[in-house]
């Protein structure tokens, strides 16, 4: 950081939100990141409450586009940026001021990466902050569009990348707030899994009804021991069982819409059925 550089100049950098009805959340949301001293702008896909005009008193730029997916509606507002590093934060996301500083002094320097990993630590619903430990998701969310740029995947901002420079990660944690409650987290895997029924790439319904018997109890395993929510008490064990819900309802709407597929069976049984002799007459 050039040690003559204002510390409170603004950066060449633009935080791109999405949202659609997040007025509970929205001011939250923003305050975090209006110390970063940067441009902000929201992506609005139509919302019927007061998230437009909240972000408006607050600063931000705010467009209106009608909600088409995940990756469309992020590569929209990518195009509207006025800085080509991007910072994409979703609208129940707070930045600490941890990470605020981090960035800052990231941007005042001489040399910017053009990707950065940032790291998300899930805050359950009813609670404050991350728990203790809690493991974080890591992914690039801070990346020069001139290199890396969203695909138009409906389902997740999966980045299509034109470097070989290799990702920075902040060490410094974004707290993602990402249900409001219980309901809303049952509610968000069932849109969630829909979409995925509705765009994705179905298999077999030999392939799908296979994986419906494991799907729940192995994503249960992964969400409660691996990724440490036992640590979070009850609360963490009701979310382990949500999350691990949401990846089996997605495989038993992909299952539904196998529907009018012939039931194969097992492999084997295929096989023992084609060798054994007719039965008599």
Request: charged share 25%.
């Amino acid at each position: 950081m050039d040690p003559h550089r204002d510390p409170n100049a603004p950066i060449r950098l633009t935080v791109l939100i999405r949202t659609l009805n997040e007025a509970d959340r929205m001011a939250a949301c923003l305050r975090s990141v209006l110390p970063l001293r940067c441009e902000i702008l929201v992506i609005d896909a139509g919302s019927a409450d007061a998230t437009v005009s909240i972000a408006e008193s607050l600063g931000a730029r705010v467009v209106v586009n009608p909600w088409k997916g995940f990756g469309p509606q992020r590569r929209f507002g990518e195009d509207l940026c006025r800085h080509d590093h991007v910072f994409s934060v979703d609208a129940d996301e707070i930045l600490t001021p941890e990470i605020v500083r981090e960035i800052r002094g990231i941007f005042q320097g001489a040399d910017i990466p053009s990707l950065m990993i940032v790291r998300k630590a899930m805050v359950l619903p009813h609670h404050a902050r991350p728990s203790p430990w809690a493991f974080c998701t890591e992914n690039i969310y801070l990346y020069d569009r001139r290199v890396a740029r969203t695909t138009d995947n409906p389902n997740w901002d999966k980045l299509a990348i034109t470097t070989d420079a290799k990702p920075v990660t902040i060490r410094s944690v974004v707290w993602h707030h990402t249900f409001r409650d219980w309901n809303h987290a049952i509610a968000k895997s069932n849109y969630v899994g829909q979409l995925a029924a509705d765009t994705q790439p179905i298999g077999s319904r030999f392939e799908t009804g296979l994986r419906l018997v494991f799907e729940y109890p192995l994503n249960f395993l992964k969400f409660y021991i691996l990724r440490r929510f036992f640590l979070a008490g009850l609360d963490g064990f009701v979310m382990a069982s949500v999350l691990a819900y949401g990846r089996f309802i997605r495989i038993a709407k992909m299952h539904e819409a196998t529907r009018g597929q012939p039931s194969t069976g097992l492999p084997f049984l295929r096989r023992a059925k084609r060798s054994a002799p007719d039965a008599p007459g």
